[in-house]
T-cell receptor, first 114, second 111 residues
């Protein structure tokens, strides 16, 4: 398996623009997680899905952030409009069914908002 | 709310030394604890996963222990090598499917 796939790996955009980050989880995994990592706050959970259904989005910082999972093999995290303080590395992770299993992380998308 | 703390924040050791990284958490009601490695500019690589019913897990030169009642875990690295240089993060999973991460320990192993 190729592992969790994220695209793009790097994104540079200007303030006010829409940004869409993409994730393909490991095949067969039914839980998907979006995280944000910054120097100041470390790794924070933004939202997670079970069987394509959003379960907990309490970590989503503002209404400018939205996430979707239209099917078991694809998820998006959208920021509209983007702001400089959104600059961070965004990670997607997936996990097989059951609370005792490991999470596997993608390589991340480094977002810079100018 | 679960709080995860890692000490020290940074550690520098000579090659060959054995070392211990510490992780503590405030809520002992966890499903499991996972240790990750993160290289600069890269994603997280899972090293060891300890279930709440387990006391330790071993993989090669790595040994992770868990004392759930006291809210502590340690990652022991034997005979450290320059290739072990990275940031090590611990994360605990509670019953709400939420994983809480420490900010990590940045390890440098000098040749």
């Amino acid at each position: 398996d190729a592992g969790v796939i994220q695209s793009p790996r790097h994104e540079v955009t200007e303030m006010g623009q829409e940004v869409t980050l993409r994730c393909k989880p490991i095949s067969g995994h039914n839980s998907l997680f979006w995280y944000r990592q910054t120097m100041m706050r470390g790794l924070e959970l933004l939202i997670y899905f079970n069987n394509n259904v959003p379960i907990d989005d309490s970590g989503m910082p503002e209404d400018r952030f939205s996430a979707k999972m239209p099917n078991a093999s694809f998820s998006t995290l959208k920021i509209q409009p983007s702001e400089p303080r959104d600059s961070a590395v965004y990670f997607c992770a997936s996990r097989a069914a059951g609370p005792y299993n490991e999470q596997f992380f993608g390589p991340g998308t480094r977002l810079t908002v100018l | 709310k679960q709080e995860v703390t890692q000490i020290p924040a940074a550690l520098s050791v000579p090659e060959g030394e054995n070392l211990v990284l510490n992780c503590s958490f405030t809520d002992s009601a966890i499903y499991n604890l996972q240790w990750f490695r993160q290289d600069p500019g890269k994603g997280l690589t899972s090293l060891l996963l300890i279930q709440s019913s387990q006391r330790e897990q071993t993989s090669g030169r790595l040994n992770a222990s868990l004392d759930k009642s006291s809210g502590r875990s340690t990652l022991y690295i034997a005979a450290s090598q320059p290739g072990d240089s990275a940031t090590y993060l611990c994360a605990v999973k509670g019953d709400n499917n939420d994983m809480r991460f420490g900010v990590g320990t940045r390890l440098t192993v000098k040749p």
